[in-house]
């Protein structure tokens, strides 16, 4: 997957949800299949925002970056975040890069997307549903929508 950026160009389709989306303090929020399909051809960086032990128990998507929103079981707020999110998109662009946030269930990746935008990243979206999506009725998660219910690409270690 390549991380670069074309020329701050965004995609006909980001313009229309940047368009749809002008209610959020960022850039918009996009499905998970779109997510995918940016990425993979080179239009926006995916960033994984949830915690280590998230990616590494759960799983992840391959060649995505981490940037963890909040630390630890206790899910501590990463006070370096927007730091860590500008060195790690810095060959993509930086705070004019295309990026995709991605947690649990979209709620963390919502605030971290707050964050960047307010510290001025000026392409930042949302994924929605998230990885493994919201609790069903079982309080299960991943039966009823999410990155992995959708059958997108992602490993466990």
Do not use: N, R
């Given at each position: 997957?390549?991380?670069?950026?074309?020329?701050?160009?965004?995609?006909a389709l980001l313009e229309q949800v940047r368009s749809?989306?002008?209610h959020l303090p960022y850039s918009g929020s996009v499905e998970p299949i779109l997510a995918w399909q940016l990425a993979k051809e080179g239009h926006a960086v995916?960033?994984?925002v949830r915690t280590a032990e998230e990616r590494k128990f759960?799983?992840?998507v391959p060649d995505s970056l981490h940037v963890p929103w909040a630390t630890g079981t206790s899910l501590t707020r990463n006070p370096r975040f927007v730091r860590e999110l500008e060195a790690k998109v810095a060959k993509a662009?930086?705070?004019e890069?295309?990026?995709l946030l991605l947690c649990r269930s979209g709620k963390r990746s919502h605030l971290a997307a707050e964050?960047?935008?307010k510290a001025g990243f000026t392409h930042v979206f949302n994924?929605?549903?998230g990885f493994e999506g919201e609790l069903d009725a079982n309080q299960q998660r991943g039966r009823q929508d999410g990155w992995r219910l959708h059958g997108l690409p992602w490993v466990q270690d």
């Open positions: 997957m390549s991380y670069t950026v074309p020329e701050v160009s965004l995609p749809d989306h002008a995916l960033v994984d759960v799983g992840h662009g930086g705070k890069a295309v990026i964050a960047a935008a994924v929605q549903e």
